[in-house]
């Protein structure tokens, strides 16, 4: 598995419209090979910024990597650089190989 995160630094007032662009996208993840997973997380506010990550995970690397050099990637993020007085700077990403995985145990009725 593989998860790809990349964190924003949304300008505070800016929450809002930086959710709707995420909610109001097409983002045609769930026909992509290897996509396993989204996730938009909201974390803590500064005084200059509010940071945001968001959180794919993979099947692998491979599966990631085939995304980014895909159609439904640049169709996905063709506008972006329209939203960018939402940002502090570029998003920064990171990509992470799981080395151990834990699920919860279901619990005996």
């Known amino acids: 598995m593989f998860i ?22 097409d983002s ?16 803590p506010s500064e005084e200059d910024h509010t940071l945001y990550s968001s959180h794919t995970l993979w ?9 980014t050099k895909s159609q ?3 169709d996905a993020h063709a506008n972006a650089g329209d939203n960018r007085v939402m940002y502090l700077g570029h998003p ?4 992470f190989e799981i080395v151990q995985e834990m699920k919860r145990q279901a619990v005996p009725a």
């Open 4 to 25: 790809a995160m990349n964190r924003f630094q949304v300008v505070p007032g800016h929450e809002e419209q930086f959710e709707a662009v995420w909610k109001n996208r």
């Open 28 to 43: 045609q993840l769930n026909s992509v090979p290897g996509f396993v997973e989204f996730h938009l997380l909201k974390g």
């Open 59 to 67: 099947e692998d690397r491979a599966a990631f990597e085939a995304w």
């Open 72 to 74: 439904a990637f640049r």
């Open 92 to 95: 920064k990403f990171e990509g």
